[in-house]
Structure formats: structure tokens, C-alpha cells
């Protein structure tokens, strides 16, 4: 099954003249940036759409109703969204760390 990935604003949004540095992408940039997963998705017909976090999960809630949301891994994250990961994408019926080693 191919798989996909686009983020909501998917350019690298950083402070000032610091390009190295990181900031959360303003509404005005997610707005431009779901116009194109728009397009994609038009194109493309996904037939599930996952969302990773909670703001991808309100931009692609507009284009599917049936968007699966699962945990970003930021923040304490990690093992809750590869258990999610692994629930809807398993591989090999390994589970935990034999599944991360192949």
C-alpha cells in the first residue's frame, strides 16, 4: 500500500532571519498549505487519511469526516503514536521492539 505524507504547512517555518530555528506556522500558512492538500487529495483519492496531531486533524477533518487522528510523537508522544502507527500499518504481525528493529 503506497503511502503518502504532507504537512499541513509544508515548508519550514522559522523565526525572523534565522533559518535554523523552528515556529509553529501561522493560520494565514495553513490556510495556503491546505489549498494544496486539497488539490492532492482530488488527485490522488486517498482512501484513508491519517492525521498526525491535532491541527493536521482540523484541517483534514474538512476534506474527510473519516480522518483517522492519531498522536503527534512531539512532546512525550512517541510510544503512543507508534502504537497507533503500528495498529493501522502492521508489519510482519511483529509487535513492539522486533517491529521497530526490521
Request: hydrophobic share 35%; net charge neutral; aromatic share 8%.
Amino acid at each position: 500500500m503506497p503511502i503518502m505524507t504532507w504537512n499541513v504547512f509544508p515548508l519550514h517555518p522559522h523565526s525572523g532571519e534565522d533559518p535554523l530555528s523552528n515556529r509553529h506556522h501561522t493560520r494565514e500558512e495553513a490556510e495556503v498549505g491546505f489549498t494544496f492538500l486539497q488539490e492532492l487529495c482530488v488527485l490522488l483519492e486517498p482512501r484513508r487519511i491519517v492525521a498526525i496531531g491535532d491541527d493536521a486533524a482540523k484541517w483534514t477533518r474538512k476534506i474527510s469526516s473519516e480522518t483517522i487522528h492519531v498522536r503527534h510523537p512531539s512532546f512525550g508522544g512517541q510510544a503512543e503514536f507508534l502504537e497507533q502507527m503500528r495498529l493501522l500499518y502492521p508489519i510482519g504481525g511483529l509487535k513492539g521492539r522486533q517491529a521497530q528493529r526490521r
